[in-house]
């Protein structure tokens, strides 16, 4: 869906951020397969849409809080793919000097503030930024993605509780990929709609098609908007599907082939390139173009990040608060 609101020009970065996050979890993905990199890895392919559709609307100044599928939350908000990589490699030259990795991002010069493996961990916190903002009055807000699963965490009620009755310039983004790890949302829920909870606490909210970014674009036009101009917290649930396994290395018994099939056929950026297609925006070769840089900068990023040091042994205690 192409509302007449957009400027077609504007589009095509759209595109291209969302190849960018592809690339670079693609890219991740087969180091991690060699081993290069280590650890959990949960990758968001397929879920890029939610994170352009969301980050292209806000300032450098605008806080973003992720949580440990953030990759694409944190390139979408501008952080640097050099030293991200390196950060998801361990080395010396990444964001958190290495000392964070892919669950742990802090992109600060891009406004990313933080992510964590603690589900629901970041709800809370984004609300601390919220109310920073609405202090500082330049009309700044905080954006907190997080999944289904983190909606039955007990911060998140009481962040939605606190973030409406103080108007705090806050947006809460669900991804909700209908899985929480292992877990389908029907076995963890009854509540079918995260952004019912949202009701419940009086805040504003939408149920999009997380897949379409046009779709999340529109809703996250209003809720921004909403945030930035004092009226309080905004929700925004997102319905999408990670095409990975909730980790890389889960052989996903717990999802049928045919679900995933399903979802592959609604990949949010072949439906983007469909869209820009039909409305004349991009040629095939234009395409192409795109993929083929987003794939140049990825390599590049993956050179940069190998070709580091490892963190000094006697760094170990360094930038570290207990
Ligand atoms: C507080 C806490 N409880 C449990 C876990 C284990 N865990 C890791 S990821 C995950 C599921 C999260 O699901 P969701 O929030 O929907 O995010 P998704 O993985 O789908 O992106 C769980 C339960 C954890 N990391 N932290």
């Keep these: 869906m192409v509302t007449k609101r957009e400027n077609p ?18 890219k991740v993905s087969a180091l991690y397969a060699m081993r290069e990199i280590r650890g959990l890895l949960h990758l968001g392919i397929g879920q890029e ?10 300032r450098t100044d605008d806080y973003v809080f992720g949580g440990h599928r953030s990759h694409g939350h944190a390139i979408a908000k501008g952080a640097d793919i050099n030293r991200l990589m390196a950060e998801i490699a361990g080395r010396a030259t990444g964001y958190c000097a290495g000392k964070g990795g892919s669950m742990h991002i802090v992109a600060l010069d891009a406004g990313f ?15 601390g930024a919220a109310f920073a903002a609405k202090e500082k009055s ?33 947006i809460f983004v669900c991804e909700n990929n209908g899985y929480a790890e292992f877990t389908p949302l029907s076995s ?17 909210s939408n149920t999009v098609d997380g897949n379409d970014l046009l779709e999340v674009r529109e809703a996250m036009t209003k809720a921004v908007q909403h945030a930035r101009t004092g009226k309080g917290p905004a929700f925004v649930e997102c319905l999408t599907h990670r095409l990975r396994g909730h980790y890389e290395g889960d ?28 409305r004349k925006v991009v040629a095939d070769k234009d395409i192409a173009a795109i993929e ?10 993956a050179q940069f990040a190998l070709a580091s040091p490892w963190p000094a ?3 170990v205690a360094s930038q570290v608060t207990a």
């Design 9 to 26: 020009t504007e589009l095509v970065p759209l595109l291209r951020t969302m190849w960018l996050i592809r690339a670079f979890e693609e």
């Design 49 to 58: 849409a939610v994170a352009v559709g969301t980050c292209s609307l806000l």
């Design 113 to 127: 503030v933080t992510a964590t493996g603690v589900v629901g961990g970041t709800i809370p916190l984004a609300l």
């Design 138 to 170: 330049k009309g700044q807000v905080a954006v907190v993605f997080f999944g289904d699963g983190a909606g039955q965490a007990g911060a998140f009620h009481e962040s939605l509780n606190i973030a409406s009755l103080w108007r705090l310039p806050v």
């Design 188 to 204: 963890h829920t009854l509540i079918e709609r995260l952004a019912r909870h949202a009701q419940t606490y009086k805040i504003p």
């Design 251 to 278: 052989p996903a018994k717990y999802r049928e082939l045919s679900e995933l099939a399903e979802w592959k056929e609604k990949d949010p950026i072949a439906r983007f390139t469909r869209e820009l297609k039909h």
């Design 292 to 301: 083929s840089e987003a794939r140049k900068l990825t390599e590049q990023a």
């Design 313 to 315: 042994p006697g760094e």
